[in-house]
Antibody, heavy 115, light 108 residues
Framework: VQVVESGGDLVQPGGSLRLSCAAS????????MTWVRQAPGKGLEWVANINQDGSAKNHADSVKGRFTISRDNTKNSLFLQMSSLRDDDTAVYYCARWNFCMDVWGQGTTVTVSS | EIVLTQSPGTLSLSPGERATLSCRAS???????LGWYQQKPGQAPRVLIY???SRVTGIPDRFSGSGSGTDFTLTISRLEPEDFAVYYC?????????FGQGTKVEIK
């Protein structure tokens, strides 16, 4: 049972990036999934979540209108499309499975927003 | 948005001692939907407790959660060397989900 994030990079302010999370070892279609981020030296911040078939999505106010969570159940994959990136979006982004708690976490992927 | 305030910010204790961590919510947490996570440097968080008091499979029984409404507690009955870490509470009863700012448990 694991999730593996990818797609983090150095990007300029105002730029876009798409993060991916590959799930394996469990029935992906049975679970809500979520993204959580952690700025350098700071605490955890919930970013977004999505239900099993992608019909329900929620985003934190800090990213609403700029980030979009989605999933492809045929590929057991979760995504986070990020646009209009700002300096304060710099963070490690974690993908996690939701099972009444975030019970499976990836190792994170680093997004750095800087000119 | 429910704001979670954790106290103390840092707890300095010795191995074998009891740790009591507090998480206070700005409004009642629906159905006590509150979890506790442990994070060590350079690692992803790990869930310990969900539903305020249910221990996740595989978590040692020295970890226990309690509380309801707006006041929640994580207790580590006897600290082991591997328990020194940062602990976060998180509520999932209302959207947006929110985390507390964390309590660092350090070796005295």
């Amino acid at each position: 049972v694991q999730v593996v994030e990818s797609g983090g990079d150095l990007v300029q302010p105002g730029g876009s990036l798409r993060l991916s999370c590959a799930a394996s070892g469990f029935t992906f279609t049975s679970y809500w999934m979520t993204w959580v981020r952690q700025a350098p030296g700071k605490g955890l911040e919930w970013v977004a979540n999505i239900n099993q078939d992608g019909s329900a999505k929620n985003h934190a106010d800090s990213v609403k209108g700029r980030f979009t969570i989605s999933r492809d159940n045929t590929k057991n994959s979760l995504f986070l499309q990020m646009s209009s990136l700002r300096d304060d979006d710099t963070a490690v982004y974690y993908c996690a499975r939701w099972n009444f708690c975030m019970d499976v976490w990836g190792q994170g992927t680093t997004v750095t927003v800087s000119s | 948005e429910i704001v979670l305030t954790q106290s103390p910010g840092t707890l300095s204790l010795s191995p074998g001692e009891r740790a009591t961590l507090s998480c206070r919510a700005s409004q009642s947490v629906t159905s006590n939907y509150l979890g506790w996570y442990q994070q060590k440097p350079g690692q992803a968080p790990r869930v310990l407790i969900y539903g305020a008091s249910s221990r996740v499979t595989g978590i040692p029984d020295r970890f226990s959660g309690s509380g309801s409404g707006t006041d929640f507690t994580l207790t580590i009955s006897r600290l082991e060397p591997e328990d020194f870490a940062v602990y976060y509470c998180q509520q999932y009863g209302s959207s947006p989900w929110t985390f507390g700012q964390g309590t660092k448990v350090e070796i005295k």
